[in-house]
Each structure stands twice: as C-alpha cells, then as structure tokens.
C-alpha cells in the first residue's frame, strides 16, 4: 500500500505504493471577499517526486523516505499477509488515502482517514476499520487475525469482544462529534 507521514504541522505526505510520485498535502483558508470568508481550512494537495520537489519540503521528503523503508522492513517482517490494509479508492489526491485527523483516548487511537474510514487502535493491540458506508467491519483481534463482517445486530450481539470496542468507538466518537458542534 501507500506509505504516508502525518507531521506535527498538521501537513501530510503520501507516497504511493510503487514509485517515486508522492502528494503533500496542507491546510489553507480559501480566499473570499474578506466579509463571506470561510474559517474553514480546505486541503490543498500538490503532486511531487522523490526527486523533485519545493526545497522546504526537504526534511519531509527526507522523512517520508525514512518512514517507507521502515514499514517495507516491517511488512518483510510480518508472517501474516492479511496485515497489510488496502485502502480504498479517494478521488482525493489521485486515489492515495491519508490521514485527515487522530485522537488518542484512554484506551485508543482514532484515525479519520481522507475517504471516510475510520480506524481505531486500541492499545491491546486490537483494531477496528468502519467503511465510509455504515455496512462492513474490519476487527482484528489480539492474534492479529483479521476479518470483515456485514455490520448487523447480530454480529455485534453474538460477538463480545467486537461489541465491547464497538460500545467504547461509539461513546468516543459521540463526544467528538458534540464538541465539535460547540
């Protein structure tokens, strides 16, 4: 998959899977007419390569480069092929998904990735992906297997452990979503 680096700057790289082309991507307000301007601050995204690209840029570049050849080294290193994540498709950046926003918690990391899906780590070593669409879920549990479920009343009422990580992600992001409306 893509590898990708989320700096302190709140800016973002993300180089693809194969290849020397990478996205940055910043944060800027849009400009208005001074009296409609948005506070919001849009994703603004540039295509460069490893070979080319801002000088400003350096030690990120120099970062993401680092970054990608530790995770090839993990990846070689893993006995388990199912741990690898595909990410879907964004038309965001040319395809490459990143990361928009994390939260650590008491018991987890949150990841709100730029095509929707939400990723939960929790410090147990477990995980839990939610599709964009409401409908799948990715659990992968403390022996790192990994598997997708059609998201029902079913699954989560005969499955304690996914329904008690399922309760905590549900609670955390409600308090998300309340702060954010004040």
Known sequence: GSSGVYFNDSTKTVLEAEGEAFVYVERKRIAGDGITASRKLDPVLATHTLSEYPEELQKKVTLLKHFRSYLVEQQKKSDNDQAIIHASDSSEGDGLVY????VRTKHAIFFRLSDQTVQIV?????????????????YVDKQRNRNTYYLTEDLVANNGEISKRLKYTK?????????HKR
């Open 171 to 179: 609670e955390i992001l409600q308090q998300l979503l309340d702060s």
């Open 122 to 138: 929790f410090y147990d070593h477990t995980e839990v992906l939610l599709t964009p669409d409401e409908r799948h879920i990715t």
């Open 99 to 102: 990361l928009k926003k994390w």
